[in-house]
């Protein structure tokens, strides 16, 4: 297992990622019951964190584990999966370039509300959607951004049904129940974030289409619209557990996921294991 300091802070990063997801499982579950909530997303979690003893520093310790874990996915994106050939590795290598962007976007909102910046995240998706929904062309960049955001929760979705995630784990070091547990987590975990990104993103294009830049807040509007449902308060509260187990799942991936950044440095060694 590796211990250089980019797989150390990329294991602690884990960590925080989970924290904050197990944060807005609590959110999603105030707004189930109606009770006051900050901003029902992941930016919410790191606000209602930031309010907690030491809440300034835990932030920070996320975001700089967040950025580690942008730093290795960025190094992956660029020279890593040599195992995989073919399709199969540009497609690995697109997926950590994704990732790499949403652990960014993350460190960043972390540092931002240890900052104490007032405007929410939500607010500003919402603020961007109806600027851009002032012209034609706008609500086309609003309706195919949220096709996109729609796609990834499909996709989402997806690589939990298949239990695509082990790819990246360490099986061989689990016993049968940490793989058993994780198995399931994983499974639960990504089917709750793909939904919740799936119905997100359909709201941005029905933002577009109907010129309702209120359904353009992200997972905020989500949440929101889904208590509004008949069985919201049982939809929310679902989704409230499949969050946690992502949170779980984090935890997992702090000591199991492979985390070795590759050489990308070295021409020779690249071409070598192509």
Known sequence: MARTPLAVLTRAGFIGYGLVHLLFAWLILQVAFGQPADE???????????????????????????????????????GGHR????????LERVGSACRAAVY??????????YQEADSSSADKQQELTTELMSSAGGRWVVALAGL???????????????????????IHQMGPTARKVSRRLGVVGYVAKGCAYGIAGILFAVAAFTYDPEKARGLDATLHTLREQTYGTVL???MAVGIAAYA???LVQAKYRE????????????????
């Open 236 to 238: 929310l509260v679902a």
């Open 104 to 113: 960014l976007y993350f460190a960043w909102t972390g540092l931002k509300v």
């Open 40 to 78: 029902g997303d992941q930016s919410g979690a790191l606000r209602t964190l930031a309010e907690q003893p030491l809440g300034g520093f835990l932030v920070v310790a996320v975001a700089v584990g967040l950025l580690a874990m942008a730093v290795w996915q960025i190094l992956e994106a660029a």
């Open 83 to 90: 195992a995989d050939r073919g399709t199969e590795r540009t």
């Open 248 to 250: 779980g799942f984090c």
């Open 148 to 170: 996109g955001l729609a796609a990834l929760g499909a996709g989402l979705v997806w690589y939990g049904m298949v239990k695509r995630f082990e790819k990246h784990l360490l």
């Open 259 to 274: 985390v070795d950044a590759p050489d990308v440095t070295s021409p020779i060694r690249a071409g070598a294991s192509a």
